[in-house]
């Protein structure tokens, strides 16, 4: 089951500074910071529309910024696709982007376009999702465990090693999470809050899980 709370992820596309598209030799690389499935449809229906093969690579939003990074001196990229936005306005404030005007610009939701202002369309938005934690109703069950109705409820020590979240330092979402905790709470009560939770986390994974 997923609870939500009051954070959106704004899912952002972004052409890699690299200075060419789709290279010589016939292939595009492609990164993505989507969910796996997500990225081999936009992959695999890219080579079928256009003949073009593309090299896939699937990292968070946070290991991609830092590839994409690394990589500006001699970049290896063409399209960075998918993940959270704030990684994509970074680097696009960062010149590691390039700007792109889609011909389809005119079917975006304001939000989608909201993005592309804020980076002199060096990226866009191109999905949204909402902010939330999941449980499973029968591991729940069967640990007798509360379910939780909010934030404040993962803080109880009954949850210890039972709650796993994403890395800030690689994950786009994880970040968001963080970030959120922050707006909630405030700053100084939002640093303590994660550090309550963190006594309670058993696992910090490189990415999280998109419903």
Request: proline fraction near 4%; glycine fraction near 10%.
């Amino acid at each position: 089951m997923l609870k939500v709370r009051s954070k959106l992820l704004l899912g952002a596309l972004s052409l890699v500074a690299s200075g060419t598209m789709a290279q010589a030799d016939g292939k595009l690389s492609l990164y993505c910071s989507a969910q796996e499935d997500w990225c081999q449809l936009m992959a695999r229906s890219f080579e079928d529309a256009t003949g073009i093969d593309v090299n896939m690579s699937r990292k968070s939003s946070g290991e991609t910024f830092a590839q994409v990074k690394a990589e500006s001196v001699n970049p290896k990229g063409d399209v960075w696709w998918g993940g959270t936005g704030d990684p994509h306005l970074q680097a696009a404030e960062d010149g590691l982007t390039m700007p792109y005007v889609s011909s389809m610009r005119g079917e975006l939701h304001p939000w989608a376009l909201n993005q592309a202002a804020a980076s002199n369309d060096k990226t866009i938005g191109i999905y949204l999702g909402v902010l939330g934690y999941g449980y499973n109703t029968e591991i729940m069950a069967s640990n007798n465990l509360p379910l939780p109705t909010c934030w404040n409820d993962l803080l109880d020590p009954v949850y210890k090693g039972h709650i796993q979240m994403a890395n800030p330092n690689s994950s786009g979402t994880a970040y968001t999470t963080l970030a959120t905790i922050v707006q909630i709470f405030g700053e100084d009560e939002g640093f303590e809050y994660m550090k309550g939770l963190h006594a309670n986390i058993n696992q910090y994974t490189k990415s999280s899980t998109c419903f």
